[in-house]
């Protein structure tokens, strides 16, 4: 494989890496509130913490229902919001309107707003709004029936008639403990979990993820699949069973090798501590591919990761 091909390779390593059962998953129960929005909204969270993969999934889905653009109104059957820099009711609106299309979101009042968005809501079709990062818009303290963001998403139910995703970190969740017609209103709360060994089940699943990610890889590392799972240990550890991690790491180590057709333990190492520094001072961190694997071992139970 030449140069050019391999760092084609990269690139499409590096913008489609996903662990394809926990996706699939995901985006069939985006697709059945999406459809079920015909006969009632319904609502779904997706919840997991930063870099498992939520915004990929939800992109990808935006991606799956848009349609090419014409001189027409252009379809717009789901559309994604990501962080607001301020929770209100206007903002949120604002938010909906520029993701329509509207000329001039910002202009009018309140209620003109609502009008205008029921309009391009039945205009364009849409049915289903994601959120993406949705515990961003919680309160300080604690989300309770009356919080801003509660009436936001009854109103999207309700008023607007379109289904809604939420995607959040675990705090996500207690929205459906709150408020008992968003919680009859759920059809269901997946789960997404950073990839571990700590059990059969989570071992082959992350077994199945490497695997998949090294036929996606234009490279081959060295010592990953020896008979002790050494190397995808301190690859775990390495990365935490983070999705973006890995994908990160991979990467930084592709670019520092100087074969590029095979990636050595030391230059992981050299991959790791670049990556381990953007977060701060090493300090006395367990360093996975320089201690014995004893140590990468008790590393990895004490973090719940085997």
């Known amino acids: 494989m030449n140069a050019d091909n391999q760092l084609l390779k990269l690139a499409s390593f590096q913008a489609t890496l996903v662990y394809q059962e926990d996706f ?37 889905y935006i991606e799956s229902t848009s349609t090419v653009e014409t001189a027409e109104l252009t379809p717009k059957p789901a559309i994604l919001v990501k962080q607001m820099a301020a929770l209100s009711k206007e903002a949120f609106v604002t938010a909906l309107l520029e993701k329509l299309g509207d000329p001039d979101p910002t202009t009018g009042k309140y209620l003109t707003k609502c009008h205008r968005l029921k309009i391009l809501k039945n205009e364009l079709g849409l049915q289903v709004v994601i959120i993406d990062e949705l515990h961003d818009l919680f309160p300080t303290y604690s989300v309770h029936d009356r919080s801003k963001i509660i009436v936001f998403i009854k109103w999207l139910l309700n008023d607007l008639q379109v289904s809604v995703v939420l995607g959040g970190d675990s705090r996500t969740k207690n929205i459906i ?23 059969d089940n989570e071992t082959i699943r992350y077994a199945q993820f490497i695997k998949m990610i090294m036929r996606m890889y234009p490279a081959k590392i060295n010592g990953l699949f020896s008979d002790s799972s050494e190397g995808i240990k301190r690859l775990l550890l390495a990365t935490g069973g983070n999705n973006r991690v890995f994908k990160n790491l991979l990467v930084t180590a592709f670019k520092l090798s100087d074969s590029k057709t095979t990636i050595s333990q030391q230059t992981l190492h050299l991959a790791w501590l670049m990556e381990a520094s953007k977060e701060g001072d090493i300090g006395e961190k367990i360093l996975p591919y320089k201690s014995t694997l004893n140590a990468v071992n008790k590393e990895l139970s004490r973090l719940g990761l085997l």
């Not at 995901?26 to 609502?43: E, G, R, S, T, W």
């Not at 997404?192 to 059990?199: G, L, Q």
């Open 24 to 60: 699939n998953k995901a985006l069939a129960a985006i697709k059945f509130v999406h459809d079920y929005q015909a006969i009632c909204p319904k609502c779904l969270f997706i919840v997991a913490e930063s870099g498992v993969g939520k915004t990929s999934l939800f992109e990808r």
């Open 177 to 199: 403990y709150v408020d008992n017609q968003i919680k009859t209103r759920t059809t269901e709360v997946i789960e997404r979990f950073p990839f571990s060994m700590k059990d």
